[in-house]
């Protein structure tokens, strides 16, 4: 399944997490080791640039954390990342550079590459945001379903067995999820494609594409 590959949904140059996903072939694979790696990752962070703020916890100094952010460890807030008003980060994130985490966010067990957005409302567990993507306000990701089995990725008529109770999405670089749209457990969504307001999204979605509705996406042009 070369398209759920990560050399075909991320560039690694835009996160800090770039040598956790260089030794994996499918992203979703990371998921249950941010734990250990911020933990490893975050010894290493240069104290010039980085400051230890209570158990588990590094944060830019260029890095703007309201103070009424509630942050749980592990955790790694990258370099002029910006964790706004209310935002609720439970631990095992890492937040990339320049990243923004909004009014009453919630992120748990996540990578956000550089620049992410999720600034209104959103829920983000057990997922991938690469470079530059944006989760318009009340986007989320479920990741549990709802019979509680494993997750399947389901993509051209097959599914995809992860092993994961647990998974939400797998968001290529530069994606528009729009406003009040649900990502199933198991979506995997390719780089540069726009996903329309109000959609439940299930599955695989092709890089480059406009999602509109399930069996209804478009190529874009």
């Known amino acids: 399944m070369k398209q759920l590959e990560t050399a075909n949904l991320f560039d690694l140059s835009h996160t800090m997490a770039a040598d956790l ?8 694979e990371a998921l249950p080791l941010i734990h250990d790696f911020i933990l490893k990752q975050g010894e290493t962070l240069p104290e010039d640039k980085f400051e230890k703020r209570g158990e588990d916890i590094w ?21 002029g990342a910006e964790i706004r008003h209310c935002a609720f980060i439970r631990g095992n994130a890492v937040v990339g550079k320049n990243a923004v ?21 959103n829920y983000v567990g057990d997922s991938i945001l690469g470079y530059r ?41 530069e994606v528009e999820v729009g406003c009040g749209s649900i990502l199933n457990p198991g979506s995997v969504i390719g780089a540069n494609t726009n996903i329309y307001p109000l959609s439940s999204v ?8 406009i999602y509109k509705k399930q069996g209804e996406i478009a190529e874009k042009r």
């Not at 996903?21 to 979703?28: D, E, F, K, Q, R």
């Not at 985490?101 to 209104?120: R, Y």
């Not at 993509?155 to 797998?170: D, F, P, Q, R």
């Open 21 to 28: 996903l260089n030794g994996i072939t499918y992203p979703y």
């Open 202 to 209: 299930r599955g695989y979605v092709p890089g480059g594409s």
């Open 101 to 121: 985490v909004g009014n009453s966010t919630e992120l748990k067990n996540v990578i956000l590459f550089d620049q992410v957005q999720v600034p209104h409302y």
């Open 133 to 173: 993507s944006h989760m318009g306000a009340g986007s989320i990701t479920s990741n549990v379903k709802s019979d509680k089995t494993l997750v399947e990725i389901h993509v051209e008529g097959e599914k995809v067995k992860t092993g994961l109770k647990k998974m939400g999405a797998i968001v290529g670089d």
């Open 59 to 79: 944060i830019a100094k260029s890095a703007a954390v309201a103070p009424t952010a509630s942050l749980t460890g592990p955790l790694i807030i990258d370099e």
